[in-house]
């Protein structure tokens, strides 16, 4: 599932809901929440920190998808999402041309 969100405060506060939610509802292994803000500082995307932090439950199966289990692969993009069960919720981010992958 794909959500654009224009606020960053109100995008956080979804992912957090979200996040609490799935806890809540035991569904914790079920589906992934990213977050993906457009910093000003920054112009890349920020999938990495979401596995490394909040979902990194999730990480192994990435990694065993797009790696073949590699325990170094980080996921930078939005196709390193394919297949994962996912809430996007991109937040500032209005590029032209950015790749999805098919699963959302």
């Given amino acids: 599932l794909f959500l654009r969100v224009p606020e960053i405060k109100d995008g956080k506060f979804f992912a957090h809901v979200l996040r609490e939610m799935r806890r809540i509802l035991k569904l914790d292994s079920d589906f992934s929440v990213i977050l993906d803000i457009d910093s000003e500082n920054e112009r890349k995307s920020v999938i990495r920190e979401n596995f490394e932090n909040e979902e990194k439950g999730f990480l192994r199966r990435v990694q065993c998808w797009n790696a073949d289990g590699n325990a170094e692969y980080r ?5 390193d999402l394919e297949d994962l069960p996912v809430i996007l919720i991109l937040c500032a981010k209005g590029k032209m041309g950015i790749t999805y992958p098919r699963s959302l």
């Fill in 75 to 79: 996921p930078d993009s939005y196709m």
